[in-house]
């Protein structure tokens, strides 16, 4: 207690030096007159008695020390004093400054950056819910390695066979069409279990949640949540929301609730805005048996374990489950079986894919904020070989080593800690730029991603560690230093540092690896953009219909679609339209399906799978997709063709060896088909892709649903097609909206997105990388230059060329640089054949890369030396 | 010589703290000479030293000081004992005597106590 108080009243001193010393200074100077009034009395005389004083006080120098040391604390003020130093000394060097400071910021912003969403996918993947990494999705998965989702029967069943799970939640993704007839509007929900809202242990922002007993009988609780952005937009964040009724898929239901700020549902990145008791599934999907079907797999499973309880535990009272649900339904439940799996690694969602390539952008970017830290590293060590004198007298002054070591470290701390704050900025930046949702597919998306505690502190890790890192080299060669030897001239020859040079090989070599990568990546991004997708998009409209909310039948959606193409083919800017149930490069892929096909006998086990597509005729002219033989499909309202199915070549030759495909019989979707035509491949998932099966069905035969509709136009403005088929869609149904409408250029760039944002950080990041390598080894070229005037300035007296001169200084650096360049080319690519690529070397990367880094270097080596070979040598021998 | 400044660092806070007991409020000058008066020459030399005991002192709140008017109408600034430091002294002056006396009786072994 005494000693913290002491501390604190020490520590409050230090900064208030001035006003102490005054008073010190007028305490001696009041004690030394009343002692020289006393000896003055005693008979003294004036110069005497005041001598006396001042003897009988002792050495003020002394006692001041003592009082000095009693009063602050000499550590902290030391530490002032280097810092202040520090900034004094960063302020004499702006431009080197700059550079530090500002490479450190990108490396460490970057880094953190990608750690934000690191985190929010594996440690916060519920916005708003706390804790909700330890959830588990329970998973049914088919024998073939499908995961259909679980039906609500079975989640009854499960939510009393699972003990080890604390709460079993279930959900169904389901789009709503909110609003009255003739104006609705497409928006995305969930229809959900009740103990949903309280095993998340969400609070409402107002009015309450879902009850239990809400979610017991069908239909009978018209109630629904809304979400904090939906209130915001909808209703200008009224409170009197609560009460309201909202008509969702043409029924009222009344607003009981307002869910947290940030809650965006349990299918991260998805974005959710309305939540719904599950019992309401057939009153608001027309009927929909969702119920009591053991086949309709609408559901997905959430849930967090017990205390004590673990993932084996739970996945064996799964199994066990399922086996007697497949023992008690084997209509509905043979072949299927289960899997808990951490909520990251979620088979549905984005999550596993996004955290391999995150982890992989990670890996990088650290192996970028190395470089950065050697290069600085090189920067700090040649500046800090010119201070040697500096240095030099301070030691000669008394300075101990570890005064220089703190002085060079504090001002090195500095410079990482000024870049760490700077990184951290642009990190909040980067975070919230991310942020602004973006519509993939037909869903809308939001990675809420932030800077938080945690990342925080990362970055200021991050900042530490590269002090420390780069502060290393110049601190332990200038607590080296002899101060003789310091304070002799400079251009006594020193000995070559070793240090300098190790750095510059590594700096370079980290470089190498981290330009590779960023070149592989952006060359597979730009060949992914300029593949021939082998259908044209261009001029062609895209837009969504959902009849999910009509209770249709095969009958009826077959006749809609017909109905629909029927009116958009009269319009006279469209030349062609087609109706189908998959767009290709769509993010969320294309469904393969298993088919057997007549001519086709299967030796390895398993079965043979194809992408499918469900088309109506017209669709090969509306993509430009040539039929290479046979015909379209028959036309919609043709009643007596057989069911029909068209194979693409790559069909053909995996699967009938090139042979004559038409006629031949398929089996598929529990029914079969006969072949009618082949058309071109085709990209189905992704640019770039290998050649895949596709098997197109026909509408006629196998309608759906939903249905994105494809329009040509004529005029080549396909946006101008929008409201035409918005009104013929009015015409044909005046409920249901057009949604999710974009040009199918529109449709390829969004769902590049995820992979543009890595590739713009690589084709920032790759060149600035590159420019700080050039500086690094300029700055290191043109010192160790500079310290070897004298020598140069003889060689040319003696007759050397100038271009000799430069050649020697360029073969000397360079052979380090290509020593680190050659680790580096190795390190990367070992790195690209075991973690990035798997598959065969790009060689035009693994060969440009170095010629360029290589041709950069030679000029940052360059640059200096002809420069020092064009010194007067008179001037240069006279340099002593 | 470097022990005896220290033995008499402790022992200097000791007196001062006794000497504000005893007499109340005092500035430095005036605590130097009671101190010297009674102690003989600790301080003969080196009045200077208090300054820094007497500063520990007001950081460990055992004294406090405020400016002050001296004997001949001139700033001072006059030091004066608190109730913390009024505990302080009794429990020194316990340790303090507890020491000497047991100083005392090693002093007073003879070799016989010993075998």
């Known amino acids: ?209 879902i009850r239990p007993e809400e979610v017991e009988r069908p239909g009978t609780e018209p109630v629904i949540v809304i979400s904090y952005d939906y209130w915001q937009t909808r209703f200008r964040g009224a409170p009197e929301v609560v009460g309201q009724k909202l008509r969702v898929n043409e029924r009222d239901l009344t607003i009981i609730g307002v869910a947290p700020r940030e809650f965006q549902g349990t299918m991260p990145p998805l974005k959710f805005e309305l939540w719904a008791p599950a019992t309401m599934t057939p009153a608001l999907l027309g009927g929909a048996r969702d119920l009591d079907d053991r086949t309709s797999r609408a559901f997905s499973l959430i849930g967090m374990l017990k205390p004590g309880a673990t993932r084996e535990e739970a996945q064996t009272e799964f199994t066990t489950a399922m086996v007697q649900l497949t023992g008690d339904y084997p209509e509905a439940n043979a072949g299927i079986t289960g899997e808990i799996l951490p909520f990251w690694q979620a088979p549905r969602g984005p999550q596993r894919l996004l955290m391999t390539g995150l982890a992989i952008l990670q890996g990088v970017m650290l192996l970028l904020l190395l470089a950065v830290c050697g290069n600085t590293a090189n920067l700090m060590l040649a500046r800090g070989s010119t201070r040697q004198r500096e240095m030099a007298v301070r030691v000669a002054l008394g300075a101990g080593r570890w005064r220089i070591v703190s002085l060079v470290l504090s001002e090195n701390m500095l410079l990482a800690l000024l870049g760490a704050g700077l990184g951290v900025a642009m990190a909040v930046w980067g975070t919230t730029a991310l942020r602004i949702a973006p519509m993939i597919g037909a869903f809308p998306i939001q990675f809420q991603t932030r800077v938080d505690g945690l990342t925080l502190a990362f970055a200021i890790l991050l900042g530490v560690a590269c002090g420390l890192i780069f502060s290393a080299a110049p601190a332990v060669h200038l607590a080296r230093l002899d101060p003789q030897e310091g304070l002799r001239e400079v251009s006594n020859t020193p000995p070559r540092s070793r240090a300098r040079k190790v750095l510059m090989a590594a700096e370079v070599g980290l470089a190498m690896v981290v330009l590779i990568a960023a070149a592989l990546f952006l060359q597979s991004f730009r060949s992914a953009r300029q593949t021939d997708p082998r259908f044209r998009p261009e001029g062609v409209l895209l837009a969504s219909y959902d009849l999910s909310g009509r209770n249709p039948n095969e009958a009826s959606e077959r006749e809609f679609a017909a109905r629909l193409l029927e009116r958009l083919r009269s319009l006279p800017d469209v030349e062609a339209a087609a109706i189908a149930t998959n767009v290709p490069v769509d993010l969320h892929g294309i469904p393969a399906r298993t088919f057997t096909v007549e001519g086709r006998v299967r030796i390895e086990p398993g079965q043979d799978r194809a992408i499918t597509n469900t088309v109506t005729p017209g669709y090969f002219k509306v993509m430009g997709i040539l039929l290479l033989e046979g015909n379209d499909f028959a036309e919609m309202q043709d009643k007596a063709a057989p069911a029909q199915a068209i194979v693409n070549e790559e069909f053909v030759r995996r699967y009938l060896n090139g042979a004559d495909a038409i006629g031949r019989s398929l089996q598929a979707r529990a029914r079969s088909f006969t072949i009618i035509g082949v058309a071109r491949n085709a990209v189905y998932n992704s640019f770039g892709e290998p050649a895949q099966p596709a098997i197109y069905f026909s509408y006629r035969d196998v309608p759906a649903m939903q249905g994105e509709l494809h329009l040509k136009t004529r005029t080549g403005n396909e946006t101008a097609l929008t409201s035409e088929a918005r009104a013929v869609l009015r015409d044909v149904d005046p409920m249901l909206p057009l949604y999710d409408v974009r040009t199918f250029s529109q449709h390829i760039e969004r769902n590049l997105y995820l992979r543009r944002i890595p590739a713009r950080m690589f084709a920032v990041l790759g060149p600035l990388l590159l420019g700080l390598a050039a500086i690094g080894i300029y700055a290191v070229v043109s010192y160790a230059v500079a310290r070897r005037t004298k020598e140069i300035g003889l060689r040319l007296a003696f007759g050397a060329t100038s271009g000799r001169v430069v050649l020697q200084i360029i073969r000397e650096n360079l052979g380090v640089i290509i020593w680190g360049t050659a680790i580096g080319w190795v390190l990367a690519l070992v790195i690209s054949v075991r973690v990035i690529t798997k598959g065969p070397v790009d060689v035009p990367v693994f060969i440009g890369v170095p010629a360029i880094l290589l041709s950069v270097a030679t000029l940052a080596c360059w640059l200096p030396a002809r420069r020092a070979s064009r010194i007067d040598p008179m001037a240069a021998l006279r340099h002593e | 010589m470097k022990q005896k400044t220290e033995v008499q660092q402790g022992t200097l806070a000791l007196m001062v703290l006794k000497t504000l007991d005893v007499l109340g409020p005092l500035h430095g000058y005036g605590l130097a000479r009671r101190i010297e008066q009674i102690s003989g020459d600790l301080l003969a030399v080196n009045q200077g030293t208090l300054y820094p005991v007497l500063l520990r002192l007001e950081h460990e709140g055992a004294i406090a000081s405020q400016w002050g008017a001296s004997e001949n109408n001139r700033r001072a600034r006059f030091y004066r004992l608190t109730q913390q430091g009024r505990k302080q002294l009794q429990v020194e002056r316990k340790d303090w005597e507890q020491t000497a006396s047991i100083i005392g009786r090693f002093f007073e072994v003879k070799t016989e106590d010993l075998s």
């Open chain 1, 1 to 209: 207690m005494k000693s913290l108080r002491r501390f604190l009243n020490r520590l409050f001193n230090s900064g208030t030096q001035r006003a102490q010393e005054e008073r010190l200074r007028e305490e001696i100077a009041e004690h030394i007159a009343l002692q020289s009034e006393e000896n003055l009395r005693a008979g003294l005389s004036p110069v005497e008695a005041r001598r006396q004083a001042m003897l009988k006080f002792g050495s003020v120098e002394a006692m001041k020390q003592d009082y000095r040391a009693e009063r602050g604390l000499p550590f902290f003020e030391n530490l002032l004093g280097d810092l202040r130093n520090a900034l004094r000394s960063i302020s004499r060097m702006p431009g080197l400054a700059a550079v530090i400071i500002l490479s450190l910021a990108i490396g460490i912003g970057v880094n953190t950056t990608i750690l934000s969403w690191i985190q929010l996918i594996r440690l916060e993947p519920l916005p708003a819910v706390s804790g909700a990494s330890s959830f588990l999705v329970v998973e049914p998965r088919t024998d073939t390695g499908g995961y259909p989702g679980a039906s609500w029967l079975e989640y009854r069943a499960l939510q009393t066979q699972l003990p080890a799970l604390r709460d079993l939640l279930a959900s169904e993704m389901v789009p709503f069409n909110v609003g009255e007839k003739g104006q609705t509007e497409r928006t995305h929900g969930q229809l959900v279990s009740g103990n949903y809202f309280s095993a998340l242990g969400l609070k409402p922002a107002i009015g309450r949640f």
